[in-house]
């Protein structure tokens, strides 16, 4: 079949933000370093090398106090190379304020976009694009958990066994399972179907292992937008599946795996003219920054020693490795964490590289329990090893049972996550075995997905045997067995 059009069809208001959109924006090759414009008829996801793209964008400081129209903004022109420490402190009492005025639980949480969202609050180093265009539930505002031995505070025993179990006195557990569809995906979704609204797209689509359909059908059903989803017939978790169906995105199931789909959905979106919304889309990376600026303003903007995090096609390791980047840069931060992603070990292929000193790039038939993240051959490889190599970082593999029973101590805390998440944890602990994370560092791991996305895997399944009569005696029989009353 022909490569068809894109049929993108922004109208005269969207045409002129489109404009000065571009002005700003460009695309660079992480391979070969070729610059692309950054909008065009028809989008790009890939250099003409096949490399991956990464946003270039001129950042401007709003000089002016909020509120302002568009016009009567000034702005000066902040290099990101342009290392200040005045800028520092000015982004620090912007964000501050717009966070403060943030009231994202009002029943008219819209008029306070975009600051209500813990994305849109860092619009200039996202996407500088006029509020009104903007497509958000909104996302972000998620909780920085103290779960460590010395940091977890009174009253919080349970949480404290987390820190235990990593054998950490200062550890955080921010939870991205808190976002509107109980995924991080929520912070690129918000900035890919918000350039899909602008660009005039028919329809958007994506590859998935569940969290990025849930989230894909949930914003395009917002803006009135047909979503399609491709997702691997087997092993994907009930609670993600039936959100896209539930949101009424056209759901695909293919016989194959997330690699299979991936390679079909770039194919389908460029012959058939369909906005693409896999993290190749470099503006979903943009938005997922968002996690890596947000938890930095939750510490004050005093950097851990560590970020941790699972891998799977590796958007979100190089998303959150860029923050630090341009935080460092823009003097919000003085220092980059390390940043240490983790693979289940029956998908491994980045720690495959990674031990091989990135001297080639593996790919493997994944396996995993961890369905989340079973994938054989990350899309964004390349992103991911600069951000590795810059931040002298780490990559680590657990097994399934690591995970397991990472999340079982998760889960038993109260927090409760999706078992992906818990390689997280699993990752904490096992660099703190080897001695490469310090026991007195800083350390803070990000649990991915909610609980309830998944409810079989590593949960205590009832048996039909449980059931007890409906009487005061079977009641306290069966409370004296099960808890030594
Ligand atoms: N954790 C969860 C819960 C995920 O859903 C994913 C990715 C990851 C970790 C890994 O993040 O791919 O940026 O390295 N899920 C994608 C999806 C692949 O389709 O939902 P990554």
């Keep these: 079949m022909g490569e068809t059009s894109i049929d993108l069809q922004p109208d005269r208001s969207k045409s002129s933000a489109l404009k000065r959109l571009a002005t700003v924006i460009e695309l660079r090759c992480v391979e070969c370093a070729s610059l692309y414009p950054g909008i065009s008829d028809q989008p790009r996801y890939r250099c003409d090398c096949g490399g991956v793209l990464d946003v270039e964008t001129t950042i401007h400081y709003p000089l002016k106090q909020e509120p302002a129209s568009q016009k009567e ?7 990101e190379s342009d290392v200040n420490v005045f800028a520092g402190v000015h982004w620090r009492q912007l964000f501050k304020e717009r966070a403060s005025q943030s009231i994202a639980w009002s029943v008219n949480a819209h008029e306070h976009l975009p600051n209500s969202s813990g994305v849109w609050r860092y619009r200039e180093l996202i996407l500088p694009v006029p509020e009104k265009f903007i497509v958000s539930r909104p996302e972000g505002n998620t909780g920085l958990y103290p779960v460590g031995r010395e940091n977890c505070g009174n009253h919080r025993s349970g949480h404290r066994r987390i820190g235990q179990y990593a054998e950490l006195d200062y550890l955080y557990l921010k939870h991205e399972g808190e976002n509107p569809t109980g995924s991080f995906k929520d912070r690129g979704m918000t900035v ?34 047909p979503g399609i989803v491709f997702l691997p017939a087997t092993n994907v978790a009930a609670g993600k599946l039936a959100q896209s169906l539930a949101y009424g995105a056209t759901t695909i199931q293919i016989e194959g795996d997330f690699d299979d789909a991936m390679r079909l959905v770039e194919q389908v979106c460029k012959d058939l003219g369909i906005y693409l919304l896999n993290s190749l889309n470099p503006f979903r990376i943009e938005g997922q920054k968002a996690i890596g600026f947000e938890l930095l303003q939750q510490l004050e903007w005093k950097a851990p020693d560590w970020l941790v995090l699972p891998a799977g096609n590796l958007g979100n390791t190089s998303a959150i490795g860029k923050a630090f980047r341009q935080a460092h840069r823009l003097g ?67 097994t399934d049972e690591e995970i397991l029973a990472a999340k079982t101590v998760i889960d038993r805390s109260g927090i409760g996550c999706e078992p992906a998440s818990a390689a997280t944890l699993a990752g904490v602990r096992k660099l703190v075995k080897r001695g490469v994370i310090k026991r007195e560092e800083q350390v803070v791991g990000i649990l991915t997905g909610n609980l309830l ?28 067995n099960k808890l030594s009353f």
């Excluded at 091989?356 to 991911?384: C, L, M, N, W």
């Excluded at 998944?454 to 029989?477: M, N, W, Y």
């Design 73 to 79: 903004i000034e702005t000066r022109k902040t290099s």
């Design 192 to 225: 890919g179907v918000t350039m899909a609204n602008l660009l005039g797209a028919r329809a958007v689509a994506c590859a998935s292992t569940g969290n990025t359909s849930a989230s894909l059908a949930s914003y395009a059903a917002q803006l009135g937008l």
């Design 332 to 398: 919000l931060i003085a220092r980059v964490p390390r940043i240490a992603s983790i693979q289940a070990s029956g998908a491994n292929p980045f720690f495959r590289s990674y031990m091989s000193g990135f001297s080639h790039r593996e790919h493997v038939q994944a396996q995993t329990i961890a369905t989340a993240i079973k994938i054989g051959d990350p899309v964004s490889y390349s992103r991911a090893r600069l951000v590795i190599e810059e931040s002298n970082g780490i990559v680590e593999e657990v």
């Design 453 to 480: 996305k998944d409810s079989q895997t590593g949960i205590p399944q009832l048996k039909r045997g449980d059931v007890i009569t409906a009487s005061f005696e079977a009641v306290k029989k069966s409370l004296t």
